[in-house]
């Protein structure tokens, strides 16, 4: 599906758009050109590590919280998490509305891991930035910052994040998995929507394209026939959390995975860790649809991915991370962890010298 984004760089196609409704993570008006954005050198130059804050976190004490459906965070300015429970279920989509990426439907197995309550917010980034850890400061294009969620992120902008997160907190924090967004997504259900089936109660639950939206882009053709209240991003937790407590999972942005993209689940784990061996690694998978999408869009079997190094305003993400391993587990079996390398890439190119890897040179796998 080829996504045309506003203000959108790098951004590659995966996929082939479902019938009229043009699934894009944004179109741009006919009349429109496209603007093409370059970060400068000062938006993606390393700091010297004098300019870097100490990174300090004073842990709350019981955290984290091992029952599932727990609240918890590490220390107090950081991202809340919900434990989600271990179990299988069946990855893609159940009913007849699906296309063939989403399937071969397979069964996974997934180990209990945590997962942000919300979508990672302007505040939680900006402390990043100020911190001297992630290097952009992405421009909010006028919405709101404070709890709105960052947009124009790009996935190695986010892996900049989840390693500053892991320094602060001295946890494994990281993107999710695909199989695991889809499996906290769906929180125990087998419908289209963790509402049901109905497209009509959209506005209730998520933030897609609606009327408010169509009143400020009415060259956008899909405006549908429910009012959300937001023309663009909406506040985290505006709308009731999925039956596992979180919230905005489907809608207000795409939330970047840590999966390389594959055409179709032919050959993909069974045991909930992230597909990084072959497919196309230059695009990364994302998921949940933004506030710019028909409704179809915010299926929990949906999928897209767009370039690595694209960044766009319905791109976003949130933070998984790994939970202490049961006690019966085999001395050895936690692979060990390194530091990732916190540099920004040199580039915002997309070619064979793209700084994917160079972020993090081998992509966490997923669960602990």
Not at 139 to 152: A, C, L, Q
Not at 191 to 214: K, M, Q, R, V
Request: proline content about 10%; charged content about 25%; glycine content about 8%.
């Amino acid at each position: 599906m080829a996504s045309a984004l506003l203000l959108v760089v790098s951004v590659a196609s995966a996929q082939v758009p479902d019938d009229a409704s043009r699934e894009l993570k944004h179109q741009r008006p006919a009349a429109e050109k496209p603007t093409k954005k370059k970060r400068s050198k000062t938006d993606t130059a390393k700091p010297a590590e004098a300019t870097r804050k100490p990174v300090v976190c004073t842990p709350i004490e019981g955290s984290p919280g091992l029952e599932p459906m727990s609240v918890w965070r590490d220390c107090a300015d950081t991202p809340e998490m919900v434990t989600m429970p271990g179990g299988s279920f069946l990855m893609g989509e159940l009913g007849e509305t699906g296309l063939l990426y989403e399937r071969p439907i397979r069964e996974v197995q997934i180990k209990p891991f945590a997962m942000g309550r919300y979508e990672v917010t302007f505040i939680e980034w900006d402390d990043c930035h100020a911190a001297g850890f992630c290097m952009t400061r992405p421009d909010d294009k006028g919405w709101g910052r404070g709890f709105h969620p960052v947009i124009n992120v790009t996935w190695v902008d986010a892996q900049q994040y989840v390693a500053w997160l892991s320094r602060k907190t001295g946890q494994s924090y990281r993107l999710p998995t695909e199989a695991e967004w889809e499996y906290a997504a769906r929180a125990g259900t087998t419908s289209s929507f963790p509402w049901g089936e109905s497209l009509a109660a959209t506005c209730d639950y998520a933030n897609a394209f609606d009327i408010s939206g169509h009143n400020e882009r009415p060259n956008w053709f899909w405006s549908v026939f429910c009012v959300d209240g937001y023309a663009y991003t909406a506040p985290v937790g505006s709308f009731p959390p999925n039956p596992w407590g979180l919230y905005d999972m489907q809608g207000n942005v795409w939330e970047w995975t840590q999966d390389c993209w594959h055409s179709d689940y032919t050959g993909a784990p069974t045991d909930g860790s992230a597909w990084i061996s072959g497919g196309e690694c230059e695009k990364r998978v994302n998921r949940g649809g933004g506030w710019g999408n028909h409704p179809r869009t915010l299926r929990v079997a949906k999928r897209d991915a767009d370039s690595a190094t694209g960044y766009g305003d319905a791109f976003g993400f949130r933070v998984v991370r790994d939970l202490p391993a049961p006690p019966d587990r085999p001395p050895g079996e936690r692979p060990a962890t390194t530091e990732p390398d916190l540099s920004p890439p040199a580039t915002t190119s997309t070619s064979e010298s793209s700084p994917v890897q160079d972020v993090l040179d081998t992509p966490p796998a997923a669960g602990p």
